[in-house]
């Protein structure tokens, strides 16, 4: 709920928009977007060290879906609130970043069952 909640609201004014600004050639609201979803992963992480279980049954598949369908819905929700928009691209750093979170919790997952 909390990324939503700083998907949605703009952090600054709008003229202080990320959009307009780069690292080399990438503009800085992409990374944002990307690097966003890395919370998923640091969550399943943390959540395991703590021997916690996120699902009763079929745990890795639901999180991968809980994680998937954020990327649609964080960027689908921006077309109910007035100030944002809708932007097919960002939809598209989402998945990027939705796709990087799902394989560091994959390695978690594989790298934790050689342990045991």
Same mark, same amino acid.
């Given at each position: 709920?909390?990324?939503? =909640? ?27 977007h990307s690097f966003t979803f890395?919370?998923? /992963? ?16 079929? !745990?890795?598949?639901?999180?991968? =879906?809980?994680?998937?369908?954020? /990327? ?12 944002? =928009? ?11 970043? /939705? ?11 594989? =790298?934790?069952?050689? !342990?045991?």
């Amino acid at each position: 709920m909390g990324l939503l =909640t700083l998907n949605l609201i703009p952090i600054g004014n709008s003229s202080s928009s990320m959009s307009g600004n780069k690292l080399f050639r990438f503009r800085l609201d992409y990374l944002a977007h990307s690097f966003t979803f890395l919370a998923y /992963a640091w969550l399943w992480i943390l959540g395991k060290i703590r021997g916690y279980k996120w699902f009763a049954r079929f !745990e890795l598949p639901l999180y991968i =879906t809980v994680v998937l369908l954020s /990327a649609f819905v964080f960027e689908f929700s921006q077309k109910m609130v007035p100030w944002r =928009t809708f932007n097919p691209v960002d939809l598209y750093y989402n998945l990027i970043g /939705a796709s990087l979170s799902i394989f560091f919790i994959l390695i978690s997952h594989y =790298t934790s069952k050689k !342990e045991r």
